[in-house]
């Protein structure tokens, strides 16, 4: 079992930048892959991207490459989210997760969100 808890979330201009962390607590929790979410009010939650369990591999969904990194501190058990250049559109309750699989994840293990709100 493998526990989440974000942190992070705020009101920010756009432009501005926010930093979001995961901790991560359980068992081999350092060995999954990990990614992040975000659901804006009325949509769907959509895939930000995601980390290898190394922190080697990242991979971003479109519209926030170049704005968004993720990385990942193994000694702290600890997942980064730093957002830069948000917009308007960023809005969103952000959740991490936790997969055994980087090809192919199940998204097994999820946190309880943390919100982001951007201000234009």
């Known amino acids: 079992q493998v526990q989440l808890v974000e942190s992070g979330g705020g009101l920010v201009q756009a432009g501005g930048s926010l930093r979001l962390s995961c901790v991560a607590s359980?068992?081999?929790?350092?060995?999954?892959?990990m990614g992040w979410f975000r659901q804006a009010p009325g949509k769907e939650r959509e895939f930000v991207g995601k980390?290898?369990?190394?922190?080697?591999?990242?991979f971003y969904m479109d519209s926030v490459k170049g704005r968004f990194t993720i990385s990942r501190d193994n000694a702290e058990n600890t997942v980064y989210l730093q957002m830069n250049s948000l917009k308007p559109e960023d809005t969103a309750v952000y959740y991490c997760?936790?997969?055994?699989?980087?090809?192919?994840?199940?998204?097994?293990?999820w946190g309880q969100g943390t919100q982001v709100t951007v201000s234009s």
């Open positions: 997760a936790a997969t055994r699989f980087w090809v192919s994840p199940s998204w097994e293990y």
């Open positions: 359980g068992r081999t929790s350092t060995n999954y892959p």
């Open positions: 980390i290898s369990s190394g922190g080697e591999l990242t």
